[in-house]
C-alpha cells in the first residue's frame, strides 16, 4: 500500500523540486542582471624562479633565482584578488590582464554554491540534489584519506625505512637517514596480516595485528587517563570551601563556586554509586546530583546549538558575500546590492 | 502546534540567522562583548610572555569547523604578532596545514610583512599519528617533525635552534576541532609537563569536554564562536584602540548576531513547546 502511495507522489515531488530549482536559478539570474553581477573570483599569476644546489650531504635545497640562471625552473602560482583590486586595475589600464578572472576557481566557486543549496534542500526533503551532493561527499572524502594515507604514511613511515635509496630517487630528495631499517618489517608484516581479513581464510590471522593495535592503545590510554583525567581532576576538586582573596578579605563568590563545584561532583558520583540502594541521605545526593547532570547536559545542548549556528551563519556569508555578491563587510568589492538599495530607501524616504 | 509542520521552523531559523548577517553587511554594527575569566587568561597568558618568545601553535581543525575556528586563528596569529612572539605550527589534522597557511597569509603576510619565514614564524605541517605524535613530541619534537612543509630541515631554521620537545616552548595553543585536540592535548602534553602553559580554542560541540580541565591543566579556552568574539575583542582593542579594526578582524563579532537571533528563537520555540503541551495535557485531565 505504501509502495503504491509512493509510486504515486513521486513524480509530482520530482515536478515540486524541479520547479524549486528553477524559481533559484530565475532569482540568481535576475540578481546576476543588477548591479556588479555575482561570484567570480580574480587572480594574478605570480611567477618566481627556483633553482636547486645539493650540499656535501647530498641535501637538494631550492633557492629563488635571478631570470637566466641555468637549470633554473619556473613556477607560477595563482594569486587571489578582490573585485576591487580588478576594478581599480581596469580603471588604471582598461583591458589589462595581470588581474583576471580565473574560470577554474569561478565554476568551482559556483559549484560550492550549488552543493551547499542542495545540502539544505534535505530540510524541506530528500531530493535527488541531495542524494548527488551526499555521494560526491562521501567519494572526495575517501579519495582524500586514501591519498593522505598513501603520502602521510605509507611512504614516508614504511617505505622510506624499507627502500630508502628508491624514495629518495622518486619523491624525497631531502630524506633523512638512508639506512634499511628491519624494523619496518614488523609494521609490513602486521599491515598484510590486517588485509588478511578481506579473505573468509585469512580471519584468524588478521585479529594478531588487530590485538596489537588494541593492546598499545589501551595502555598508552591507560597511563594518560589516570594522570589527566583521575588525579588531576581529583587534586582540581580539592578546594577550600571558604576563599580568600589576595589581600586576605573574604572571597564570596570564589567560595560559593568552590562549594557548587565540590557539592556537584560529590552528588554527582552519588547518583553512579548502584551498589548501594538509592534511599534517605544517598537518595538525595543521587537527586541533587540528576540535576547537575541534567545542567551539565543542559549546558553541552546550548554550546551544540552555539556550534552549529555558526557554521550555518558561515555558509550563509558565503553565500550573501563570495556568490551572490549582496553584501561586502570585508570591503572587498566596493559596492554591495543590498547597502545601494538601503541608502536608495532612504534617500526616497 | 503537535501538527505543525518542521520546515516552518527551518524557515523561521533561517531568516534569525540570514537577516542578522545581511544587516551586519549594511551597518558594519556588532554587538560588544565583554570577556569571561577563559577569555581573558587566554589574552593575558600570551601578555604575559617576554618578546621573541616561541609559542606552539597547533592547527587541528578542518574547513568543516572554519566558521567557528578560523577567527579564533586570525586573532591568536595577530596577537603572537603584535607582540613579537614566535609561532611555530604544526597539525595534527591533515587540512590543517593548508588552514594554517590561509591564517599566515592573511595575518603575517598582510599585516606583518617584515617577519620572515623560518624564523619568525614556520609551518611544519601535518603528521599523522594522533596521540602518537603527542607522545612523541613530548621526548623528542625533530624526530616527529623533521623539515618544514616546504621540506628545508628543522636544523636550518633559526626559529627553532634549543628547541628539542614540546616543554621547551612556554606556551602552547591548540585549536581543535575534535579529536585529536584540546583533550589530548592536555592528557599527553600538559599533564607530563607540569610547568607547560597550555591554551585552547575549541568548538562548540567540544567545550563542555575540555571545560573540565580549565583553569587547572588548561589555563585558558576559548569556548565556540562566543570565545572568539570576546578574544577577538580584547585583541582589537589591545592593538587598534580607538581605531576603526580591519574587517577580517571582526568575523567572529559579526556572527554574534546570527547568534543572538537565533537562540532567542530557538528559546521562544521551546517555551512555547512545553506551554502547548502542559495546556493539551491539562486539556485531556479536565476533558470528561
Known amino acids: 500500500m505504501s509502495d503504491a502511495i509512493t509510486d504515486q507522489t513521486a513524480p509530482a515531488q520530482g515536478r515540486w523540486w524541479i520547479g524549486l530549482f528553477l524559481v533559484i536559478a530565475v532569482l540568481v539570474a535576475i540578481r546576476a542582471g543588477m548591479g556588479e553581477g555575482v561570484g567570480r573570483v580574480y587572480v594574478q599569476t605570480e611567477t618566481t624562479r627556483y633553482a636547486s644546489t645539493t650540499n656535501e650531504q647530498g641535501r637538494v635545497a631550492w633557492s629563488a633565482a635571478a631570470d637566466g640562471t641555468a637549470g633554473a625552473v619556473t613556477i607560477e602560482r595563482d594569486l587571489f584578488r578582490t573585485a576591487g583590486q580588478f576594478r581599480a586595475a581596469e580603471s588604471a589600464a582598461p583591458g589589462q590582464q595581470a588581474i583576471r578572472v580565473s574560470w577554474d576557481r569561478t565554476i568551482g566557486l559556483w559549484l560550492a554554491a550549488f552543493f551547499t543549496l542542495a545540502v539544505f534542500s534535505f530540510l524541506a526533503g530528500d531530493n535527488p540534489a541531495y542524494k548527488f551532493t551526499e555521494s560526491i561527499v562521501i567519494g572526495v572524502s575517501a579519495g582524500y584519506w586514501m591519498v593522505v594515507a598513501f603520502w602521510e604514511t605509507l611512504v614516508p613511515k614504511l617505505l622510506a625505512n624499507l627502500a630508502p635509496d628508491m624514495v629518495k630517487a622518486w619523491c624525497m630528495p631531502n630524506l633523512e637517514g638512508g639506512a634499511f631499517n628491519p624494523i619496518a618489517l614488523i609494521p609490513l608484516g602486521l599491515g598484510i596480516m590486517l588485509l588478511s581479513q578481506l579473505t573468509p581464510l585469512g580471519r584468524h590471522v588478521g585479529r594478531w595485528p588487530l590485538a596489537f593495535v588494541i593492546g598499545t592503545f589501551a595502555g598508552l590510554k591507560m597511563v594518560s587517563h589516570v594522570e589527566s583525567d583521575i588525579i588531576e581532576q581529583v587534586r582540581a576538586t580539592m578546594l577550600p570551601m571558604v576563599a580568600f582573596g589576595d589581600d586576605g578579605s573574604f572571597a564570596a563568590w570564589a567560595s560559593i563556586r568552590n562549594v557548587l563545584i565540590i557539592v556537584g561532583v560529590l552528588c554527582t558520583l552519588a547518583y553512579f554509586v548502584f551498589s548501594v540502594e538509592h534511599k534517605g541521605a544517598v537518595g538525595r545526593a543521587a537527586r541533587v546530583g540528576v540535576w547537575f547532570l541534567m545542567i551539565t547536559f543542559g549546558s553541552a545542548f546550548g554550546f551544540t546549538v552555539m556550534g552549529r549556528i555558526a557554521l550555518l551563519a558561515a555558509r550563509f556569508e558565503f553565500l550573501f558575500i563570495d556568490w551572490l555578491w549582496l553584501i561586502d563587510p570585508k570591503g572587498e568589492r566596493g559596492m554591495t546590492v543590498v547597502a545601494t538599495l538601503v541608502s536608495c530607501i532612504v534617500d526616497m524616504t | ?288
Open chain 2, 1 to 288: 502546534m503537535s501538527g505543525l509542520d518542521r520546515r516552518w521552523i527551518y524557515l523561521a531559523m533561517m531568516l534569525a540567522v540570514a537577516l542578522p548577517i545581511l544587516w551586519n553587511g549594511v551597518t558594519g554594527k556588532t554587538f560588544p562583548e565583554s570577556p569571561t575569566p577563559p577569555s581573558q587568561a587566554c589574552f593575558d597568558a600570551i601578555e604575559a610572555l617576554p618578546e621573541g618568545s616561541r609559542v606552539l601553535v597547533s592547527f587541528d581543525y578542518d574547513p568543516a569547523s572554519e566558521g567557528e575556528l578560523a577567527p579564533m586563528a586570525t586573532s591568536f596569529m595577530r596577537h603572537l604578532m603584535h607582540k613579537r612572539l614566535k609561532p611555530v605550527v604544526i597539525a595534527l589534522w591533515p587540512l590543517g596545514p593548508t588552514k594554517a597557511e590561509e591564517t599566515i597569509a592573511s595575518v603575517i603576510k598582510t599585516d606583518f610583512p617584515d617577519r620572515v619565514n623560518g624564523k619568525d614564524f614556520v609551518n611544519l605541517g601535518f603528521q599523522t599519528g594522533n596521540e602518537g605524535v603527542l607522545k612523541v613530541i613530548g621526548t623528542d619534537f625533530r624526530k616527529q617533525f623533521p623539515v618544514d612543509r616546504s621540506g628545508t630541515p628543522v636544523d636550518r631554521l633559526p626559529i627553532m635552534d634549543g628547541i628539542t620537545k614540546a616543554g621547551d616552548f612556554p606556551l602552547v595553543i591548540t585549536i581543535s576541532a575534535g579529536y585529536p585536540g584540546g583533550k589530548e592535548w592536555v592528557q599527553y602534553v600538559s599533564s607530563s609537563n607540569p610547568g607547560l602553559v597550555l591554551l585552547a580554542g575549541v568548538t562548540g560541540v567540544q567545550a563542555s569536554q575540555v571545560y573540565s580541565y580549565y583553569p587547572g591543566q588548561l589555563r585558558g579556552m576559548l569556548a565556540a564562536i562566543k570565545g572568539a568574539a570576546e578574544y577577538e575583542a580584547l585583541v582589537s582593542a589591545a592593538i587598534d584602540g580607538d581605531r576603526v579594526t580591519a574587517p577580517k578582524y571582526t568575523e567572529a563579532r559579526r556572527r554574534m548576531a546570527p547568534q543572538l537571533f537565533g537562540h532567542v528563537l530557538l528559546i521562544a520555540l521551546i517555551v512555547l513547546g512545553n506551554a502547548m503541551y502542559f495546556a493539551q495535557k491539562r486539556c485531556k485531565a479536565v476533558a470528561p
